[in-house]
């Protein structure tokens, strides 16, 4: 079965020090993946997504992401965690021969202390 | 462009009843999905949509119906609501004309309370 894993239900960091969110997948052909995040009582923000091309991707806000095809990881990282990045963050993967259809993990949470 | 709208913002229905969850977009985006968003479970896909007129059911289908007869809007009907309907709901689109790779946009959700 398709699936996205999100191994950790929540990420404590504190500010100023980098930060990483885990997610790994299980997809038939390549991997389509995305980041969104999402604040309290808000809705999915797209943060950033691999394709094709360099496995490292950088999106909004300072993040970056890293594709390892042989680990079939999309880890979400930030050199400097700001307490504003405190949220709900969520891998999707978008299998092959999909319509458009997203597959998420459970999510992570992140919370950055000062 | 005002991206993708979702009302009402939150609704308490009382089990039976029926309600429409109405979605709208403005960016001429052919796919169109509803997703339900429960604690510790993720956003599941309910129905999806690939233009007007075609509809398909995703994970989770029972108890909901949809129909797309414009490319802007994908209302979302619960029939006969229950409480295990009680979750936030997301409306989301995006282009399909570059394949896998087009990014899908959220509305702002609505949460919805059965009693």
């Known amino acids: 079965a398709q699936s996205v894993a999100q191994p950790e239900d929540q990420v404590n960091v504190a500010e100023g020090n980098p930060l990483t969110v885990k997610c790994t997948y299980s997809v038939s052909g390549n991997p389509y993946l995305f980041w969104y995040v999402q604040y309290p009582n808000r809705g999915l923000q797209f943060l950033l997504k691999y394709i094709t091309g360099d496995n490292l991707v950088k999106g909004s806000y300072g993040f970056e992401a890293e594709f390892n095809k042989s680990q079939t990881s999309f880890h979400l990282k930030k050199p400097s965690a700001l307490v504003s990045d405190s949220a709900l963050y969520f891998c999707?993967?978008?299998?092959?021969?999909?319509?458009?259809?997203?597959?998420f993990g459970k999510g992570t949470k992140l919370s950055v202390k000062p | 462009n005002a991206g993708v709208t979702q009302t009402p913002k939150f609704q308490v229905l009382k089990t039976g009843q029926s309600m429409t969850l109405q979605c709208a977009q403005d960016m001429n985006h052919e796919y169109m999905s509803w997703y339900r968003q429960d604690p510790g479970m993720g956003l599941r896909l309910i129905h999806y949509s690939v233009g007007a007129g075609i509809t398909d059911q995703g994970e989770v289908p029972n108890g909901y119906n949809v129909s797309r007869s414009t490319t802007e809007d994908f209302p979302l009907r619960l029939l006969s609501a229950a409480p295990s309907q009680t979750s936030v709901y997301f409306c989301?689109?995006?282009?399909?004309?570059?394949?896998?790779?087009?990014?899908?946009?959220f509305g702002p959700g609505t949460r919805l309370l059965v009693l």
């Open positions: 989301a689109s995006s282009l399909m004309s570059s394949g896998r790779g087009e990014t899908q946009y």
């Open positions: 999707a993967v978008r299998p092959g021969g999909s319509q458009g259809n997203l597959i």
